[in-house]
């Protein structure tokens, strides 16, 4: 996919739609997801290929750290109506967590958009410390998933 700052508007006369990757058919392309934590350095993760590989990465987050999430994206083609992230979070095969966030509506636009989820803390406490699978999926208000993926998180008592 071509980036942002490359990119050429064609736009349809009959339909009003702005289409500004034409090789690719998709309306909403997610770009990547960053974990922000104040003080560091962001870690993130590249979603505009292969998801797949994703499964088998993990990064380490300190207990109890406040981190926000920042999802960047594309929209072309038409409106983007009632975009939602979901999180569900499983440690062993259990779920143990399910957050939804209410990203918004999007016009087509050129560039990358961003948003950023509210504050969230990382589990504490020695019981809380492990690995943890999570599975991300980025759909609309006409539940059409746009992107679904997953990655280990592992929660330790420092950085290291």
Same mark, same amino acid.
């Given at each position: 996919?071509?980036?942002?700052?490359?990119?050429?508007?064609?736009?349809?006369?009959?339909?009003?739609?702005?289409?500004?990757?034409?090789?690719?058919?998709?309306?909403?392309?997610?770009?990547?997801?960053?974990?922000?934590?104040?003080?560091?350095?962001?870690?993130?993760?590249?979603?505009?290929?292969?998801?797949?590989?994703? @499964?088998?990465? #993990?990064?380490?987050?300190?207990?109890? &750290?406040?981190?926000?999430?920042? +999802? !960047?994206?594309?929209? =072309?083609? @038409?409106?983007? #109506?009632?975009?939602?992230?979901?999180? &569900?979070?499983?440690?062993?095969? +259990? !779920?143990?967590?399910? =957050?939804?966030?209410?990203?918004?509506?999007?016009?087509?636009?050129?560039?990358?958009?961003?948003?950023?989820?509210?504050?969230?803390?990382?589990?504490?406490?020695?019981?809380?410390?492990?690995?943890?699978?999570?599975?991300?999926?980025?759909?609309?208000?006409?539940?059409?998933?746009?992107?679904?993926?997953?990655?280990?998180?592992?929660?330790?008592?420092?950085?290291?």
């Amino acid at each position: 996919m071509a980036e942002a700052d490359d990119c050429v508007s064609v736009v349809n006369a009959e339909t009003s739609s702005a289409v500004f990757w034409p090789e690719d058919p998709r309306t909403v392309m997610v770009q990547s997801m960053s974990f922000v934590v104040e003080g560091r350095e962001d870690y993130t993760f590249d979603l505009s290929g292969d998801v797949s590989s994703l @499964e088998d990465q #993990s990064f380490i987050m300190k207990e109890g &750290t406040a981190y926000n999430i920042r +999802i !960047n994206f594309c929209v =072309q083609r @038409e409106i983007a #109506s009632g975009l939602r992230l979901r999180i &569900t979070t499983a440690r062993k095969g +259990i !779920n143990v967590d399910k =957050q939804s966030y209410m990203v918004g509506c999007y016009g087509p636009k050129g560039e990358v958009q961003t948003y950023l989820t509210p504050v969230a803390e990382a589990p504490s406490g020695m019981i809380a410390r492990g690995s943890y699978k999570m599975t991300c999926s980025f759909l609309d208000d006409d539940k059409k998933m746009h992107l679904r993926w997953s990655f280990r998180m592992d929660v330790k008592k420092d950085w290291e």
